[in-house]
């Protein structure tokens, strides 16, 4: 892929010098194939491995230096905090406030790390509502709320600090919201959004992805329950965008509720769409507003299967564009895909897999996310290309 002129309509000029002297360093990796099937499983030190507790360990990303991060559940039914080193080594942590009372559900539930390692999740309280954090390659941790918020999802975050995500109001109406470096938070909704509460179905707007120069990527639901993506840029401005032959019934559309969206630093964004009979689908936006469309072999072709899923489906492109994400067979099986930049699908499950989710692809092709085994207990994984 090379740099046009175009790109100016997405990137600031003037940041288009520094995302490169980040890209030439990454160069060094080689292009992800789509052949390997190396598979290592994770399994967090204090994860709980008891057949048929559906606990264990759950990657959400990795960085460039290949460390993961992502939460575990110990045989108390409390969430913990890790890293992962690229050498294997673990860190376990929780976030100041965390709740860790036995059988509560609550503790410490990363959910990305940047290439600088800081690592920006939410954790949940004795009350069971959750807070934003941040913690640095230091081990130093800075927690953050929305103003009015009843709950908060930070989701992403980029090397310049910011952090994206949504949030939860009093009333249960879900809005997305940057948070930058300093602090400052702006919240916003999708033009023509739903702002009902979720507990009736409206799931509302939310931010699921950045770059280094601040563009975001994420979706809403309108008042019909139809989704929708969109581009925001610096000045705020949202740029919507629907996949040609998405539904425009209820939960259809383009992209589906926690199906956080792949974005990488030249602007292409990866993610689901679902037709008018709910099947699932997987696109490719071009940084210049070009779509594609997908499907993994294997995938179903029932509503609700296909290439992604209902809701909570994650997909994530390198700066390559390799995309990785999940299909659901005939079978209402759960298997992950690897799309090479060529347009070239394969499947692939760690061994011993009943379900298989993948969550993020760097660019030295590396895969994360996790599976569950057939007595229901989940481990981490990570996929190598050969």
């Not at 598979?39 to 606990?55: F, S, V």
């Not at 009372?101 to 800081?118: A, K, R």
């Amino acid at each position: 892929m090379t740099l046009q002129e175009p790109v100016n309509e997405i990137f600031p000029r003037s940041g288009i010098c520094r995302w490169l002297s980040t890209f030439l360093l990454l160069a060094v990796a080689t292009v992800p194939s789509a052949q390997g099937q190396i598979i290592m499983t994770l399994d967090a030190p204090g994860a709980d491995l008891t057949p048929g507790d559906y606990n264990g360990t759950f990657p959400s990303a990795l960085n460039a230096e290949g460390a993961v991060t992502g939460y575990y559940e110990d045989s108390t039914f409390v969430y913990h905090g890790f890293i992962r080193t690229a050498k294997g080594d673990y860190v376990t942590f929780e976030a100041p406030g965390a709740d860790t009372t036995p059988n509560s559900y609550n503790g410490t539930v990363p959910s990305n790390i940047n290439d600088l390692g800081v690592v920006v999740g939410s954790y949940y309280d004795a009350t069971g509502a959750s807070h934003g954090f941040l913690r640095g390659p230091d081990g130093k941790f800075t927690t953050f709320n929305v103003p009015d918020q009843a709950g908060i999802n930070p989701i992403a975050i980029n090397l310049e600090g910011e952090v994206v995500g949504y949030y939860i109001d009093p009333s249960y109406v879900i809005h997305a919201f940057l948070r930058t470096p300093n602090g400052k938070i702006t919240t916003w909704n999708g033009p023509g959004a739903c702002t009902g509460s979720n507990l009736n179905g409206c799931y509302g707007s939310g931010a699921s992805n950045l770059n280094a120069f601040g563009i975001i990527a994420g979706g809403y639901e309108d008042v019909n329950f139809v989704h929708h993506n969109f581009v925001r840029d610096l000045d705020g401005n949202l740029k919507v965008f629907d996949v040609a032959g998405a539904g425009t019934g209820a939960y259809q559309g383009t992209g589906c509720p926690g199906c956080f969206l792949g974005f990488n630093q030249f602007g292409a964004i990866a993610g689901i769409w679902s037709d008018s009979n709910s099947v699932n689908h997987g696109f490719i936006r071009s940084p210049f507003g070009k779509i594609s469309t997908f499907d993994a072999p294997g995938a179903g072709s029932g509503a609700e299967q296909g290439t992604g899923c209902f809701s909570d489906c994650p997909v994530s492109i390198n700066d390559w564009g390799a995309v990785t994400g999940e299909y659901i067979d005939a079978n209402d099986n759960y298997h992950g895909y690897l799309r090479s930049p060529e347009g070239k699908i394969v499947s692939f499950d760690p061994p011993g897999s009943v379900f298989t989710l993948p969550f993020s692809i760097n660019d030295g092709g590396v895969i994360t996310g996790y599976y569950a085994d057939a007595n229901i207990v989940y481990h981490g994984f990570l996929r190598f290309p050969d």
